[in-house]
């Protein structure tokens, strides 16, 4: 079990990492802007789960091997920048679409926001870094059970962040409404966000191996 101690001063660490605005939170607030805050706490909630996956992959060990293995991380890195890019490639193709259809999204979109988000999570390649160099610092080696005590701090940070990304993905939103009160600025809006994951899938894919 992880010391009492210790859990807090993760979680008082996990606050102010993540405070920072980072990929996720970038991301988060692309989709706001191209889809709304239901959209963007979609993705919220879809991104947590895909980082829950490499807190397990850490957990069990294999979050290592991807973190030193230049091939491994190349290919996360690269399939998650390219699918950043792809959803804000169709994210300016498509805008104006959420505008003109007021119902709202059926479940099955929904679940389509959530599976998108979950996939970003999934390959985004400085979780995996900052899962591998920093939950050890926090593990009581001499209590045993290590895979446990990563897998309980890596929940901890993934339940902070849920908040704090979710806070962004409703300001996104209400700016969102506040800038499109005039229906010929959704295309704008959206292509804004649209935009942002481009960027940002550039960005991934021209960073480092361990930056």
């Known amino acids: ?40 706490v979609l993705t919220v909630l879809g991104n947590a789960t895909g980082q829950l996956v490499q807190v397990i992959a850490v957990a069990l060990g294999v979050g290592v091997v991807v973190a030193e293995s230049v091939v491994l991380f190349s290919i996360v890195k690269f399939a998650g920048a390219a699918y950043l890019v792809f959803l804000g490639i169709r994210t300016i193709l498509r805008r104006g679409h959420a505008a003109r259809q007021p119902a709202p999204a059926p479940p099955s979109s929904r679940w389509t926001l959530v599976r998108q988000g979950a996939l970003v999570g999934a390959t985004n390649p400085k979780s995996v870094v900052f899962f591998v160099a920093i939950l050890p610092q926090f593990v009581d080696y001499h209590a045993g059970n290590i895979p446990f005590q990563l897998a309980l701090l890596g929940a901890v940070f993934l339940l902070i962040a849920l908040v704090s990304d979710s806070l962004w993905a409703i300001a996104a939103g209400w700016a969102r409404l506040w800038f499109v009160r005039s229906p010929r600025r959704v295309p704008a809006v959206e292509a804004v966000g649209g935009a942002m994951m481009i960027g940002l899938g550039g960005t991934l894919a021209l960073a480092g191996s361990k930056s």
């Open 1 to 40: 079990m992880v010391p009492v101690s210790s859990l807090v001063a993760f979680a008082v660490a996990s606050v102010v990492l993540i405070a920072v605005p980072g990929p996720s939170v970038l991301f988060v607030i692309g989709r706001s802007l191209a889809l709304g805050w239901r959209g963007g």
